[in-house]
C-alpha cells in the first residue's frame, strides 16, 4: 500500500515557476515508477511526466518538454515536478500516482497506475 500526498500548487504568473512535491509512505516507495498527471476544467487526465523506480528512465509529455522536470528522492519517499516558464494552459490540478511493474514509456494512462494522490490545483494567470 501506497499513500501519495501532492503539495506545491498555487497561483502563479505566466512565466512563473512552481516545485510539486509528492510526499509517500510506506517502505517500498522505491519499487514503484512515479507519475504526475494534470487535468483541466472539461478536459481528460493525461501523464505529465513519470520517471522510472530507479531513475533510468523519464517521459514528458510534448507539451512540457524543455520546461518541466521530474525528479525523485527514494530516501525521502518524494518525487518532485519542477515547473518552469508556466503557461495559462497549464492551469489544472496536478496529481501524483505511482505504478509498479513495466514502465511506462509513453507515460501511461490513468487507469495503469496503482496509487494516486488527492492532486494539487495549480493556476497561471497572466
Known amino acids: 500500500q501506497v499513500q501519495l500526498v501532492e503539495s506545491g500548487g498555487g497561483l502563479v504568473q505566466a512565466g512563473g515557476s512552481l516545485r510539486l512535491s509528492c510526499a509517500a509512505s510506506?517502505?517500498?516507495?522505491?519499487?514503484?515508477?512515479m507519475g504526475w498527471f494534470r487535468q483541466a476544467p472539461g478536459k481528460e487526465r493525461d501523464a505529465v511526466a513519470a520517471?522510472?523506480?530507479?531513475?533510468?528512465?523519464?517521459y514528458y509529455a510534448s507539451s512540457v518538454k524543455g520546461r518541466f522536470t521530474i525528479s525523485r528522492d527514494n530516501a525521502k519517499n518524494t518525487v518532485y515536478l519542477q515547473m518552469n516558464s508556466l503557461k495559462l494552459e497549464d492551469t489544472a490540478v496536478y496529481y501524483c500516482?505511482?505504478?509498479?511493474?513495466?514502465?511506462?514509456?509513453?507515460?501511461?494512462?490513468?487507469?495503469?497506475?496503482?496509487?494516486w494522490g488527492q492532486g494539487t490545483q495549480v493556476t497561471v494567470s497572466s
Open positions: 500516482a505511482a505504478k509498479f511493474g513495466a514502465f511506462p514509456r509513453d507515460g501511461g494512462t490513468w487507469a495503469q497506475y496503482d496509487y
Open positions: 510506506g517502505r517500498t516507495f522505491s519499487m514503484y515508477h
Open positions: 520517471i522510472s523506480w530507479n531513475v533510468g528512465s523519464r
